[in-house]
């Protein structure tokens, strides 16, 4: 399957490509700067904002007690297995399995800013 073009940029004028690793994640969550949340925070910024800190969302417990920002080594331990990283965590995904992936979607959310 293709990746898929949205419209994800805060001006409206550049569509971004999601791939296909990446577009399960569009099933729960906003990619665009403006769009609120949806089941799930939007991913707009999420490389290098601090973990469960979108305004507005509603965290689960499990999210807020960790610590630090979303980097490469955190959202992949995330993607491998929610669970496992922040047990009690409201990420209803069972997780990315493949680390090509996984590599895949964390190199799209670095884009969304």
Same mark, same amino acid.
């Given at each position: 399957?293709?990746?898929v ?7 409206? *004028? ?8 990446? *577009?399960?994640?569009? $099933?729960?969550? %906003? #990619?665009?700067?403006?769009?609120? %949340?949806? *089941? ?10 601090? #973990?469960? $800190? !979108?305004?507005?969302?509603?965290? $689960? ?11 490469? !080594?955190?959202?992949d ?25 996984? !590599?895949?979607? #964390? ?7």
């Amino acid at each position: 399957m293709p990746a898929v073009a949205v419209n994800a940029s805060p001006d409206g *004028e550049s569509a971004t490509s999601v791939p296909e690793a990446a *577009e399960v994640c569009l $099933s729960c969550h %906003a #990619i665009a700067a403006d769009e609120p %949340a949806l *089941e799930g925070p939007t991913l707009w910024g999420v490389v290098g904002r601090r #973990i469960a $800190s !979108a305004a507005d969302f509603e965290y $689960s417990d499990a999210l807020r007690r960790q610590e630090g920002a979303w980097d490469r !080594a955190k959202l992949d331990r995330f993607l491998a297995a929610p669970q496992a990283f922040a047990p009690g965590t409201q990420m209803t995904l069972g997780g990315v399995r493949n680390a090509a992936d996984r !590599a895949a979607v #964390i190199d799209f959310l670095e884009t969304l800013r």
